[in-house]
């Protein structure tokens, strides 16, 4: 009796699942009556709360290029994570990328001269971020260094009106993982 139950029931569902299944003619349906955003006052969230969404977005990426400059192996850039990954070492790795390939190209989020920034190291393991502007080509003395920042540690400086070149530094912990990443947003 109990079995002939279960039996329905399973027949049930599958037959719930297959008429949930949407026709290509449903399909059609909703597409035709898609149309475009044009504007909205507000949003809300998936609880019906009112949000508001920060155009200051991190301005910094850590997907490199990046060069060894000391240790035995690179850190690798994770997307997701949006960090450097370190195995764990008994010697630090430091990586660095002068590529010029780390801020924003886009014309909204481009660093504008003169602005202030705040750098914030966001690090685990004890690893370790650093960045630095040469501000004169033939003066090596010239410099914006925020000096190796731990995790949570900031840097607020202005932005240059011109630089020779700018360097970002990920220092891995010692003898464990760590992972570097950073933001920078302006103040
Ligand atoms: C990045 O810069 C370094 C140091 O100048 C250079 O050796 C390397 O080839 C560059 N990498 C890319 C992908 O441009
Ligand atoms: C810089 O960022 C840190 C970390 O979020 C924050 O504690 C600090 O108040 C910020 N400084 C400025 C001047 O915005």
Not at 72 to 81: I, P
Not at 108 to 137: E, H, M, V
């Amino acid at each position: 009796m109990q079995s002939m139950l279960k039996l329905e029931l399973i027949t049930l569902c599958i037959l719930l699942v297959v008429g949930a299944t949407p026709q290509p003619v449903n399909l059609q349906t909703i597409r035709e009556a898609l149309r475009p955003l044009v504007s909205a006052s507000s949003w809300l969230n998936g609880n019906g709360q009112p949000v508001t969404f920060s155009q200051n977005q991190n301005l910094l990426s850590m997907r490199g290029p990046w060069t060894l400059q000391s240790g035995d192996a690179l850190g690798v850039f994770d997307t997701y994570q949006q960090a450097v990954v370190f195995p764990s070492k008994s010697a630090r790795v430091t990586q660095t990328n002068s590529n010029g390939t780390g801020f924003a190209k886009l014309n909204w989020a481009k660093p504008i001269a003169g602005q202030s920034y705040n750098l914030t190291a966001i690090t685990t393991g004890g690893g370790q971020l650093r960045l630095s502007f040469n501000l004169d080509c033939s003066d090596s003395t010239k410099v914006i260094n925020s000096g190796a920042l731990n995790n949570g540690q900031s840097f607020v400086f202005t932005w240059p009106a011109s630089n020779c070149w700018h360097t970002l530094y990920a220092i891995s912990g010692l003898n464990q993982a760590s992972t570097v990443s950073a933001s920078l947003i302006k103040v």
